[in-house]
């Protein structure tokens, strides 16, 4: 009888860039699009983490494994001490929006007209914004690079009802941006195209991960 039985030591190349290989895909196909997308900051975390797995798998976690013995529950332990980590990281962060394929002069005319018509006595300083009546401050940073735009939370005084409105008047306004595919996109495309190609030709010569 043929049992399925991963070992994070044993763990395959190709098993631990698809993950990323998928990752690097989704990326680019985001920034092909014409109409931005809003995610949140706890979703981008996840993806990454998503994304990051394998090869976590195959390195911190491989270490790890053997002080563990040989329990065959190690590799579930540890797979949940790694999603626990990220679950941690994600609560602590400050709570953000990710814009994905867009530019700060882009979005800037479009959370300044949306926090407007909040909080008309809302104050600038830079790419920082305080709204008095919600107790809120944000920040809007950008990464050219990538073409990805955040619109992080400083300081958050009063409930969480006042960012939950601001962030979705926010993503009402940028869906309605219309905007160029980003040249970045085919690059990525690229990376996880051949990351993906690399995963089957390491699987086809490899064989099954199948342990009898």
Do not use: K
């Not at 994070?8 to 860039?17: G, I, K, T, V």
């Not at 709570?95 to 926090?115: D, F, G």
């Amino acid at each position: 009888m043929l049992v399925m039985n991963i070992s994070l030591e044993r763990l395959p190349l190709w098993a631990a860039l698809l993950p990323l290989a998928v990752y690097c895909c989704v990326l680019g196909g985001l920034q092909l699009r014409r109409r931005p997308l809003i995610v949140s900051g706890a979703w981008d975390g996840m993806l990454l983490a998503l994304g990051l797995s394998g090869l976590v798998a195959i390195g911190p976690l491989a270490a790890v494994q053997p002080l563990l013995g040989d329990s065959p529950w190690s590799e579930v332990v540890l797979l949940l001490l790694y999603a626990l980590v990220v679950a941690i990281c994600i609560l602590f962060a400050r709570p953000r929006l990710l814009i994905y394929n867009a530019t700060i002069e882009q979005v800037r005319p479009l959370v300044a007209e949306t926090v407007a018509t909040i909080d008309a006595g809302a104050r600038w300083a830079g790419e920082s914004v305080a709204l008095p009546s919600l107790g809120l401050q944000a920040h809007i940073e950008a990464n050219g690079s990538l073409r990805t735009v955040s619109l992080v939370v400083l300081r958050n005084e009063a409930t969480a009802d006042g960012w939950s409105d601001l962030g979705r008047r926010v993503r009402r306004a940028v869906r309605r941006l219309p905007v160029r595919p980003s040249p970045v996109g085919g690059g990525l495309l690229a990376v996880g195209g051949l990351l993906l190609l690399t995963a089957v030709i390491l699987a086809l010569g490899g064989g099954p991960l199948v342990i009898p």
